[in-house]
């Protein structure tokens, strides 16, 4: 500005407000009610739940056990529930002859639990896949 030009965009360049329209104080008092009444509910929830019982799980569900050997239908398919195919989240699809040994069946709703390694958290409900036997 030495040269009594002064070229600055702000003081050349129009800036255009726009408006901004807020809710009413009524509307944000009503959201606030309505998020502490959620607040609440969360609230009592987390309470009952906490007063549940923790029980173990043979109080909770009944064990049985029945095996297969699928050598005996080698030609068979198998849905097969295994450690390598948890992360595919979906049963290895395999022959009798593939499996080599005796499993033990499951049913649909089944939860399987891994524990060769408890520090690696591995739950598998078994779901219908196909109409192989599992």
């Known amino acids: 500005m030495d040269n009594g030009y002064d070229l600055s965009i702000n ?13 009413s104080t009524a509307e944000i008092m009503d959201k606030i009610d309505t998020l502490e009444r959620e607040i ?16 173990s799980v043979s109080e909770i569900n009944e064990y049985v056990r029945t095996s297969v050997n699928p050598l005996a239908t080698p ?3 198998f849905e097969l529930y295994s450690v390598p195919s948890f992360d595919s989240d979906y049963p290895e699809i395999v022959s009798g002859a593939e499996i080599g040994s005796a499993k033990v069946t499951v049913e649909e709703g089944d939860v399987l639990i891994c524990k060769i390694n408890p520090r690696i958290n591995r739950v598998w409900v078994v779901r219908h896949n196909t109409d192989y036997r599992y």
């Open 11 to 23: 003081k050349y360049k129009k800036t255009e407000y726009v408006a901004v329209e807020y809710p």
């Open 75 to 77: 030609d068979q398919l």
């Open 40 to 55: 609440a509910t969360g609230l009592r929830e987390l309470r009952r739940d906490a007063a549940m019982t923790i029980k």
